[in-house]
């Protein structure tokens, strides 16, 4: 069992970026999938971004795809969003969420999330 807490949402202006982190509470071991999802109000969650934890491989939504770039700190058991060029169809609350991927692929364990607000 991993908990994940995120950090850094808030609001920033379109053309604006912020970073946001996922602490893990443990170190992932190296089979786990980090990815980060996001839910605006009204709509359904949907993915935007992973990362394995062992080789770094990436992954992205098109939507993010050439703005958002994710990444991992093996030493801080921590994954990273830097999120720039936001866009106001960017505010949503974020959430971190990891699967083993040893056991399957469906996503665990889930962040309590963090709400990004882009302002036109």
């Known amino acids: 069992q991993v908990q994940l807490v995120e950090s850094g949402g808030g609001l920033v202006q379109a053309g604006g970026s912020l970073r946001l982190s996922c602490a893990a509470s443990?170190?992932?071991?190296?089979?786990?999938?980090m990815g980060w999802f996001r839910q605006a109000p009204g709509k359904e969650r949907e993915f935007v971004a992973h990362i394995t934890w062992r080789a770094g491989s990436t992954s992205y939504a098109d939507s993010v795809k050439g703005r958002f770039t994710i990444s991992r700190d093996n030493a801080k058991n921590t994954v990273y969003l830097q999120m720039n060029s936001l866009k106001p169809e960017d505010t949503a609350v974020y959430y971190c969420a990891a699967y083993d991927s040893n056991t399957g692929y469906r996503y665990d364990y889930w962040g309590q999330g963090t709400q990004v607000t882009v302002s036109s």
């Open positions: 443990k170190r992932p071991f190296s089979s786990y999938v």
